[in-house]
């Protein structure tokens, strides 16, 4: 017994000693020898905090940052208020920086060239980082986040979804919904009995978009589905504030205030979800095995070819909880992301009154007043240069972040395993390197050649990610924003509210902190 006692007792030491020197070896030992290893190739950055790393510096500037408001006026550097720690470092360290999420470090990589090597990389080198519990609820473990062999089995079913010849045909429901939308505004002028009405255009192009996937990915379960996108507001309030907090492993199963609306939440979704998919279900296929031509009909004709064919079950087919993610995924990516690029694209009109009427102009010789269809969209030229600079200047997503899987050459730096990549689209879409020294001024016509040569490098231009996993669904959001442009173009000008406060958000997508109050006039009565 006294043996066996002492064999115990040395377990249980050998075993408290090997968790002291894992944590030492994550808080204290890893970070000193990477900040070192950092320093000698030139590298440097804010120090290492013990646990939080450079969380509180961030936390801080960001507050700080929130309570300013930018002059509307001056141009549209808005790098200090939506990434004021990549603002401040870079005026300190050099464009290449470390620093650190909690004890995870990430260099800041701000070169063109780099970025393509990093997103370009088709052997797995640099995947998706550690992604919060909260934010794989809000946006689906989806096409965003798989990864591998489940990423190429995804990207292969959704891809007919957005083929240009499926676009088209989606293009009605993009001109109804906004229709819809643009005779509210002209009521609201006539009650109101004013030659114009001020409208929040966050709001109002949130609903449009939510309204536009909803028909789009679930045809006639739209209503169902924009009962998806209330419930992934509320997430993406729960995720803005975790995103700042370090990542205690496990702490998303305790029952923390938190963690029960979130929990409350994904049961609303998931039930929604579900309901969409089993009333699909219950309708009769296609002659083509197919539920409808819609995403969901696609995703589901995919799933049933799977469930009937045993051979298949271990080829590239999706299961029901895989669409249920994906609807998610298509959902808050397609609806944000384009709510953003109207909202900032009628923020710039409004304040650069020559290209509205510039682009009024090109919209009435192409499409008079007829509902747009894809042939008049393509020759758009003046307006597809306008919804590039916007995407420039106000990039809905600000940055991108990939995590090194092995010890990997990159540029002239030699990258540890595990270390992350951030690559701020915000700073590369601004430089003056790069773009010249009007960089921070809107100027579509930069744009007359093409994306690849309106930077001096052909790769400074990151809106829609590059590569393999660039965004499926690019060629759906210009085609929705010209559509939505077109109408309103058509139907009203519009100018910027006495009320607006210039004050850029990274709120997962980059928002208007106040909101973008804008005032329509109709130009027909």
Request: with cysteine; aromatic share 10%.
């Amino acid at each position: 017994m006294e043996y066996l006692g002492t064999l115990m007792l040395g377990f249980v030491v050998t075993v408290v000693i090997t968790k002291i020197w894992q944590l030492f070896r994550v808080l204290l030992w890893r970070p000193y020898v990477l900040t070192k290893l950092f320093e000698s190739q030139g590298v440097k950055g804010p120090s290492y905090k013990l646990l939080y790393g450079s969380l509180n510096e961030i936390k801080k500037l960001k507050k700080i940052a929130r309570e300013t408001v930018l002059d509307v006026n001056s141009n549209d550097d808005i790098t200090c208020r939506v990434l004021p720690q990549n603002h401040k470092w870079s005026s300190e360290y050099g464009d290449t920086v470390l620093f650190w999420n909690g004890t995870e470090p990430r260099i800041i990589v701000t070169e063109p060239e780099l970025a393509k090597q990093i997103l370009s990389n088709k052997f797995g080198f640099y995947v998706k980082p550690y992604i919060k519990p909260v934010l794989q609820k809000l946006a689906g473990k989806g096409l965003i986040l798989v990864e591998g062999r489940d990423w190429v089995r995804h990207r292969r079913i959704l891809n007919p979804a957005f083929s240009m010849n499926k676009l088209k045909i989606m293009i009605k429901k993009m001109a109804d919904c906004t229709i819809s939308m643009l005779e509210e505004w002209q009521t609201r002028a006539v009650l109101q009995e004013t030659e114009n009405c001020k409208i929040e255009m966050s709001e109002s192009f949130q609903e449009l978009t939510g309204d536009i996937i909803a028909h789009t990915a679930f045809g006639s379960s739209y209503l169902q589905g924009k009962e998806v996108f209330k419930g992934q507001k509320e997430f993406q309030k729960l995720l803005a504030v975790a995103l700042t907090d370090i990542n205690i492993p496990g702490i998303q199963y305790f029952p923390t205030e938190s963690n029960l609306r979130i929990w409350k939440l994904d049961r609303k979704v998931k039930n929604t979800l579900s309901n969409i998919i089993q009333n699909r279900l219950k309708a009769e296929p296609c002659s083509d095995g197919c539920y409808g031509d819609d995403l969901l009909g696609l995703m589901i004709g995919s799933a049933i070819h799977k469930s009937n064919d045993e051979k298949s079950q271990s080829s590239a087919e999706l299961s029901m909880d895989e669409i249920m993610e994906e609807c998610k995924t298509f959902f808050f990516a397609g609806q944000e992301t384009t709510s953003s690029l109207l909202t900032w694209t009628i923020f710039l009109l409004s304040k650069h009154q020559d290209w509205q009427e510039k682009l009024r102009q090109e919209v009435l010789n192409e499409c008079e007043m007829q509902v747009p269809d894809a042939d008049m969209l393509a020759k758009l030229k003046f307006v597809n240069m306008v919804l590039l600079e916007a995407l420039r200047l106000y990039s809905p997503i600000i940055a991108l972040s990939r995590k090194v899987t092995e010890n990997i050459k990159l540029g002239n730096l030699t990258i540890p395993k595990d270390t992350c990549l951030t690559i701020p689209l915000v700073q590369i879409q601004r430089s003056k390197k790069h773009w010249g020294e009007d960089a921070n001024e809107f100027n579509p016509m930069r744009f007359a050649n093409g994306i690849s040569k309106a930077a001096k490098h052909p790769n400074a231009f990151l809106a829609f990610s590059m590569g393999p996993r660039a965004c499926i669904g690019q060629n759906f959001a210009i085609l929705e924003a010209k559509t939505v442009l077109v109408l309103i173009l058509q139907r009203f000008s519009f100018c910027l509210s006495f009320e607006y406060k210039h004050a850029p958000i990274d709120h997962i997508t980059l928002h208007p902190q106040y909101g973008m109050p804008i005032v329509v006039k109709p130009l027909h009565f």
